[in-house]
C-alpha cells in the first residue's frame, strides 16, 4: 500500500524563510523546518522535544561530545549538519563521510543535469568546488562530480584540502590514480594532486596507459601472490616482488630489491603502538577486517592499507566476471561506488 502525500508536506523549500537548523525526533539535524517536513514526509518526523537527541550517538562507540555552534556541513548521506562534530557522530555511528562544507543543496544532487564532455564548454577556471577540490571550468566540476551536489565555492576553501598531507607513510601499496599514473600508495597519490581530482581507479587502467616497450611483463595485479615482504630501493616495504614490479610498469621507475636492514627501522616503529583486543570491527580496502581501527592503523603503517569502511568487510557469494572495456554499454545514468566516486 503506498501512503499518500501529507497535503503539509512542502516540495520545495527556498534558502531563506524558514529558521535556523533543528533536531529531529529521528536523532537528524536538518537545515530548516522545512526541510524536515520535505525529507521526512508521510515519516511521522517531528522536531525533537529533547534538544540533545542530535548531540548523542545511538552508537556504543560512538561518544563524541558536541557543542552548538553553528558552522553547517554536508554529509554524504544528501543531509546538513549543524557542525563537523555533529557529523563526525553519524560518520562514526553509519560510516558516512564530509560532502562538502555548507549546507546541503536543495535540489537533490541525482536529479543535476550532468555534461557528457567539455570540449565545446567555457574555459572559466580554475575554480573551487565545495567538495575542496580544484577544477579546470564549472563544466569540469559538473562532469566528474556529477550526482554529488558539488557547487562553485570560495576559492578560500580549496587552498588546504583535506586530501592534502605534507608527509605519508613509507610503506608501498601501488595505487593506480584517475590520471592514469601508478603511485607508491594512496596517501602519496593525495598528497601529490594535492587540491586536484585524482581518485584511485582499478590497476589494469594504469597498466594499459603505461604499457611501453621498455615495459615488459608489467602485471595487472597481485591478488594471488603469497605475501613476502621485501625491502625497495625507494624506501618502502612491498608485501612481494610482484607489487614491486606494478611501481616498474612506468617508463620513468626504476625500484629495485636491496637488503631488509634498510626498511627495518620503519618496521621497528610501526611495531611500538600496542593495540587492545577490542571487538570493534573495520574493513580495510585490501578486503581483510580488521578487529579494531587500532589494528587498522598498524596495517596503514605496515602495509599502506587505508580505513574502507566500519564493520566487517564484505564477502561476494561468487565470482563476479570483470568487463575489459565499456566501450558497448549502453549509457546509463551514474552510480555512487562504495569507494565514494561517482562512476
Request: charged share 25%.
Amino acid at each position: 500500500i503506498t501512503a499518500l502525500r501529507d497535503s503539509s508536506c512542502p516540495r520545495i523549500c527556498t534558502t531563506q524563510g524558514y529558521g535556523d537548523p533543528v533536531c529531529g525526533s529521528d536523532g537528524v539535524i536538518y537545515p530548516n523546518i522545512c526541510e524536515l517536513k520535505k525529507k521526512t514526509c508521510g515519516k511521522g518526523v517531528k522536531l525533537s522535544p529533547d534538544p540533545n537527541l542530535c548531540k548523542r550517538s545511538a552508537g556504543s562507540k560512538c561518544d563524541h561530545k558536541c557543542g552548538n555552534e553553528k558552522d553547517l556541513v554536508c554529509g554524504t548521506d544528501g543531509r546538513t549538519y549543524l557542525n563537523r562534530c555533529m557529523l563526525e557522530v553519524e560518520i562514526c555511528r553509519l560510516g558516512i563521510a564530509l560532502s562538502h562544507l555548507g549546507a546541503c543543496n536543495n535540489i537533490s544532487a541525482h536529479r543535476e543535469n550532468c555534461p557528457v564532455d567539455c570540449k565545446q564548454a567555457p574555459q572559466d577556471g580554475p575554480i573551487c568546488g565545495s567538495d575542496g577540490n580544484v577544477y579546470k571550468s564549472t563544466c569540469q566540476m559538473k562532469l566528474l562530480t556529477c550526482g554529488q551536489g558539488v557547487v562553485r565555492t570560495d576559492k578560500k576553501y580549496c587552498q588546504t584540502t583535506r586530501h592534502c598531507r605534507e608527509s605519508c607513510w613509507r610503506n608501498a601499496r601501488p595505487t593506480c590514480g584517475s590520471d592514469g599514473k601508478i603511485y607508491a600508495n594512496v596517501c602519496r597519490m593525495k598528497s601529490k594532486n594535492c587540491g586536484k581530482h585524482v581518485f584511485e581507479v582499478p590497476m589494469a587502467y594504469c597498466a594499459s596507459q603505461e604499457r611501453t616497450s621498455h615495459s615488459i611483463g608489467c602485471p595487472l595485479g597481485c591478488g594471488n601472490e603469497i605475501e613476502k615482504p621485501i625491502c625497495g630501493s625507494d624506501g618502502y616495504v612491498y608485501r612481494h616482488e610482484c607489487e614491486m614490479k606494478l611501481l616498474n610498469c612506468g617508463s620513468h621507475r626504476r625500484v629495485s630489491k636491496v637488503d631488509f636492514e634498510k626498511c627495518k627501522g620503519k618496521l621497528t616503529k610501526c611495531l611500538k603502538v600496542k593495540c587492545s583486543n577490542e571487538i570493534d570491527p573495520v574493513c580495510g580496502t585490501d578486503a581483510r577486517t580488521y578487529t579494531n581501527q587500532c589494528q587498522l592503523n598498524l596495517a596503514t603503517c605496515l602495509k599502506g592499507v587505508q580505513f574502507a569502511h566500519v564493520g566487517n568487510c564484505t564477502a561476494l557469494k561468487e565470482q563476479v566476471p570483470c568487463p575489459t572495456n565499456c566501450d558497448n554499454e549502453t549509457v546509463e545514468e551514474p552510480v555512487c561506488g562504495s569507494d565514494g566516486n561517482v562512476y
